[in-house]
C-alpha cells in the first residue's frame, strides 16, 4: 500500500505540474492570437477529450501521464488555410513565439510562489526550535550551542520552527559558508555561535544530512517506558510482561524512557535483569535475560517488545502563520531557493 501511495502521489503531483506549465502555453499562445489545435495532460492515446467552443480546440487527457503538449497551427506541421495563416505560430513575430515558449516554466515558477504562499497563510506546523542532542565536539558543540537551548534566528531570521530555515542551510552548505545561529539558553542568557557548514554536499539533499554535519538535532518528544507489543516467544513474553505495562525501573534504576530502557537492555545480552512493572496500579517485579541478537556485527540484548507511550507531541510543536505580505515574501523567497539548490546540484552532478 505504501508503494502504492506514493506511487499516486508521484502521477498526482506530475499531473498538476504538466498542466499548470501547459496551461501557461494555451493561455499566453491564445491571448497572443496564435491559434490552439489542442491541449493534451498526457501522452499517448486519449483517455478522455472534448471540443472547446473557441477554435474547436481539442482537450484531451491522455493515457501516459509523465507529460503533456499544446499543439499550435504551424505552417511546419501542415497546410494551413490562407484566412488563418496570420494565426500561425510560425507568422508571428520573435517575441511573441519568445513568449509562449516561457510561458510554460515561468507559469511553474508562479504557481510554486502561490503554493507556498498558502501553505504559510495556512499555517505550517514543525517541531519547536529548541536543541535537543549535541555530539560532543561537533561544529555545533565547539560552537557554544548545547541540549535545551532555543534556537531564536538563523543569520538574522526569525525562527519558530526547527526546519523554518531549511532551504536556506542547504544553500549555505552548497555554498560552503559559515551561519550565524541566536540562541537561548534556558536560564535566559542569550548566545552567538558560528557555525561552519562545511561537508559533503550530497547531504544537502537531506535535513538529516545537515543535522549530521552540524552534529545536533531537534528536542522530539519522548517515547515512554510503556510497552506497546509483546513478540510471540520473546524473552518478554515468557516473563510474562503484556501490552500496557509500564517500566519503571531496571535492577534499581530509575527508568522513564524508552530510550533509557533500550540503553540498559542493548549492553546486557544473555543478563539477567530485574523490571520492575506498573500494571494496573499495582507494583509488580520480573526477571527477564534479553536475548542476544547481532547487529552490525555486535551482540546487543533484546527482549521483544515495541513502545506504547509518547509525551504530548503538543509540547514540542509549534505552527508558523504569517500575514499576506510576510507569507507573499517568505514564498518568493523559498521559490527562487528551490530553483537555485536545484540548478546547483545538476551543475555539481
Partial sequence: MDFLTSVFGFVLAIGILVTVHEFGHFWVARTLGV???KFSVGFGRSLWSWRGRRDDTEYAVAMIPLGGYVRMLDESEGEVDATERHRAFNRKPLWVRTAVVVAGPAFNFLFAIV?????FMIGVDGVRPVVGDVVEDSVAHQAGLRSGDTVVSIDGRRTQTWGEHRLYLMDRLLDGESVVYEARRENGERIIA???????????LSPAGIERIMGMSPRLP?????????????????????DGDRIVSIDGEAVSTWRELVEVVMPNAEQPLSFGIERDGERLEVRITPAATEVDGRQVGRIGISPGGASPASDYLASVELGPLQSLGRAVENTWLMSELTLKMLYRM
Fill in 115 to 119: 503554493a507556498y504562499w498558502a501553505i
Fill in 222 to 242: 519522548q517515547l515512554e517506558a510503556v510497552v506497546g507489543d509483546v513478540v510471540g516467544g520473546s524473552p518478554a513474553q515468557v516473563a510474562g510482561l503484556r
Fill in 194 to 204: 558560528e557555525i561552519a557548514l562545511d561537508g559533503d554536499v550530497s547531504d544537502a
Fill in 35 to 37: 491559434k490552439v489545435l
